[in-house]
């Protein structure tokens, strides 16, 4: 196929992005908007003198320096107001890549500075993602984020009030932040009681350590899907089993490469993985702060792997099929994103 002809495919491919921050997701309209309302001081008042505040650049050097970037954003999502806002537009900036399906995550904990509760962090985010659902006829769930550097009764208060919104918005936990100085070891009590609970649960794995982290998250967490698991490649054992569990990986490309989890296109593992057999998705992570889009992700794996057309679509498959949606939704996005692929002439 023709790189023109390609370029057309992925646009109108539909698509899903299982694994995107909401406070990653933030434009730097928003901000002046919402520094505006609330009276905050900025260090600057225009969207593009604001982006170097929010975004990493080309000479990011590791996962800690791309987290700093997230200090700046979180001081305006402090208010339901803000919270359902983004939600919303997270919503608006996936469906004008023509994803029919996302999953938002984000740390209630993070919210909290002037003193909105856990549940109503999660309230106005989940308020958010359903006037986004009817305003573009996309679906959307939200994943309730314990923090690595937070304190474990912070962390179990995340858990309770996640179970409180499965089935109203909320489909799932996960595990994020600094992997390099907090194992997954720490959070098994943590997360057994998600288990307990009966959450599904994703866990950042293998991002910014190794691949002990993706068998600790899958063995002793009760991972269903692994955020990231780029590391893998260092253990063909635990590879191995990742690729026998099918358990999906939420591949995040330009975050890889940006947090260093490898050091370069050429080592990043996707192609490999894929013709493996692993059950490789592909998603954003943080379109702001990473300056990607859902369908920048799908060009570079075309133009820099040589996946085709029916390879990208599978992988959109992938993601159907992994998505934390209740059954019956479930089936009518198989059959939406089904069609819509067919409709494009790629047979699977
Ligand atoms: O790629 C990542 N790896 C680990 N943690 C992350 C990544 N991207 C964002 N966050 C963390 O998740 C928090 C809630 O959304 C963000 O504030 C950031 O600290
Ligand atoms: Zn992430």
Known sequence: MKQERIGDVIRQLPKVDLHVHLDGSVRPETVLAIAQLEGIELPAYDADALLPFMQVNDSCQSLTEYLSKFDFTTRFLQTGQALERVAYETVAQAAGHNCHYIEVRFAPQLHRRLGMTVEEAIHYVTQGL??????????????????????QAENFEVIEASAAYIGKGLAAVDLAGDEASYPPELFREVFARAHKLAIPVTIHAGEAAGAGNVYEAISNLGASRIGHGIRLQENPDILDMVLKQQIPLEMCPVSNIQTKAVAGWETYPIRDYYDRGLNVTVNTDNPSVSGTDITREYRILSEKFGFTAPELARIVMNGVEAAFLEDSNKQQLKKSCGEAIHALGIHL
């Open 130 to 151: 359903k006037r986004g659902e009817q305003q573009f006829g996309i679906q959307a769930r939200a994943i309730g984020i314990c923090m690595r550097n937070h304190s």
